[in-house]
């Protein structure tokens, strides 16, 4: 079975300038789940998708970071413009329904913002 | 919203001795508890769980009890070895809104020396 998908795994950029993430989440699983992980830090939920549907986005900074899940399936992440706060690792997670299920986790994508 | 605490943040055994990682959470509502395993450059990885109705649960080398009245939660790996060094999470999750919630602890860093 192949696991959670994530691109790029690394990527670099400028302050202010823009950037997105890509996730393919396990086949069959409706819930999917975009952490933020900071050095040090446990992850943190930025956003929970139910198939392409938004449950809980509350931890989101709304007004530089967007999310969409294209048809149920992938999803991408993008933040705009970028903060030097902003470097992390950038988890992709999926369930199978978002209850008290397993959650698969991605490599992540490590964000440097200069 | 659920908060949970994770100690130590370090921690150093030699191999074959055990390691305890304890944490408490906030929220009486959380009803399930799993373990993350992290190692460098991956993502975390589900390594034992344990539900608000049972108070211990073990795999091989690998156990987990639940005091629910003192909301703590403690993870226990005997006769360690080099291969379990890693970081640890613990989780707890709540229901929110209908969906179940997941709160991530600091992290423990856990290195068995050989």
């Known amino acids: 079975e192949a696991g959670v998908a994530q691109s790029p795994r690394y990527k670099i950029i400028e302050k202010r300038q823009s950037v997105a993430f890509w996730c393919n989440p396990i086949?069959?699983?409706?819930?999917l789940y975009w952490y933020q992980q900071i050095l040090g830090q446990g992850p943190k939920l930025l956003i929970q998708?139910?198939?392409?549907?938004?449950?809980?986005d509350s931890q989101l900074p709304k007004d530089r970071f967007s999310a969409e899940r294209l048809k149920g399936v992938d999803s991408t992440l993008k933040i705009q413009p970028a903060k030097l706060e902003d470097s992390a690792v950038y988890l992709c997670a999926s369930s199978i329904t978002g209850g008290r299920d397993t959650q698969y986790f991605g490599p992540g994508t490590r964000l440097t913002v200069l | 919203g659920e908060n949970v605490e994770q100690h130590p943040s370090t921690l150093s055994v030699q191999e074959g001795d055990s390691a305890v990682i304890k944490c408490t959470y906030s929220d009486s509502a959380s009803n399930y508890f799993p373990w993350y395993k992290q190692e460098l450059g991956k993502g975390p990885q589900l390594i034992i769980d344990?539900?608000?109705?049972?108070g211990e649960k073990k795999d091989q080398r690998i156990a987990v009890t639940l005091n629910k009245t003192a909301k703590h939660f403690s993870l226990h790996i005997t006769e360690t070895q080099p291969e379990d060094s890693a970081v640890y999470f613990c989780?707890?999750?709540?229901?929110?809104?209908?969906?179940?919630?997941?709160?991530f602890g600091t992290g423990t860093k856990l290195q068995v020396i050989p």
């Open positions: 344990i539900r608000s109705n049972v």
């Open positions: 989780a707890a999750t709540s229901n929110s809104g209908g969906y179940q919630k997941v709160t």
């Open positions: 086949s069959g699983h409706a819930t």
């Open positions: 998708f139910q198939n392409n549907g938004v449950v809980d």
